[in-house]
Nanobody
Framework: QVQLVESGGGLVQAGGSLRLSCAAS?????MGWFRQAPGKEREFVAA????????YYADSVQGRFTISRDNAKNTVYLQMNSLKPEDTAVYSC???????????????????WGQGTQITVSS
């Protein structure tokens, strides 16, 4: 069993930056970030392989967001720069225990989910 706890959410003005953290208890392999805006389905944001050798991004955040991880701390991060009002959503991290060489970009690729943290970007 894996428990995931996100932190770092909050309110920020457009153009600003935030860094999310997701601390995991238990063994993890690939990890990812997803988000869900009001009235919309949960969508992929970014994912990272176990050794951080591969990273994946949604087109909407490519070049603005950076995913990274520290396996010694069992923590994954999402650095978000140049934030836009359309980035407003609840951000959740996800973990998989069986995929090491790559990372999935679909909800079904992950077995464990955090509770989520709210990001609000004001215009």
């Amino acid at each position: 069993q894996v428990q995931l706890v996100e932190s770092g959410g909050g309110l920020v003005q457009a153009g600003g930056s935030l860094r999310l953290s997701c601390a995991a208890s238990g063994r993890t392999a690939a990890m990812g970030w997803f988000r869900q805006a009001p009235g919309k389905e949960r969508e992929f944001v970014a994912a990272i392989s176990w050794n951080a050798g591969k990273t994946y991004y949604a087109d909407s955040v490519q070049g603005r967001f950076t995913i990274s991880r520290d396996n010694a701390k069992n923590t994954v991060y999402l650095q978000m720069n140049s934030l836009k009002p359309e980035d407003t959503a609840v951000y959740s991290c996800a973990a998989d225990q069986s995929t090491y060489s790559t990372a999935g970009i679909h909800l079904a690729d992950y077995d464990y989910w955090g509770q989520g943290t709210q990001i609000t970007v004001s215009s």
